[in-house]
Nanobody, 115 residues
């Protein structure tokens, strides 16, 4: 069964850091493009970053220089290191993969940035 499971969210103060994990099963992360998205209640889901099989990285402007996406092939996991967090980063974070014509989403992990 192809699935992704996010973890690592939590409550952090402004300026703090978190590392999110996207653990994959049923497929090999290194041969697919993996995306991180986030969604605030009542708003559309926003693409945050992605990593391609070749290792190309892309970030949305609002997180450029603060977030880093990476991949651990041995763990079959994609990470999102988030530094210098701001209250505007508060959202549910999801990873996804396009697999066999379907978009596979995880259940998401809540990130709350607040003092």
């Amino acid at each position: 069964q192809v699935q992704v499971v996010e973890s690592g969210g939590g409550l952090v103060q402004p300026g703090g850091s978190l590392r999110l994990s996207c653990a994959a099963s049923g497929f090999i992360v290194s041969i697919y493009r993996i995306h991180w998205y986030r969604q605030v209640a009542g708003k559309t889901r926003e693409m945050v970053a992605f990593i391609t099989p070749s290792g190309f990285l892309h970030y949305t402007n609002s997180v450029e220089g603060r977030f880093t996406i990476s991949r651990d092939n041995a763990e079959n996991t994609v990470y999102l290191q988030m530094n210098s967090l701001k209250p505007d980063d508060t959202a549910v974070y999801y990873c996804n993969v396009e697999y066999g014509g379907d978009t596979i989403w995880g259940q998401g992990t809540q990130v709350t940035v607040s003092s």
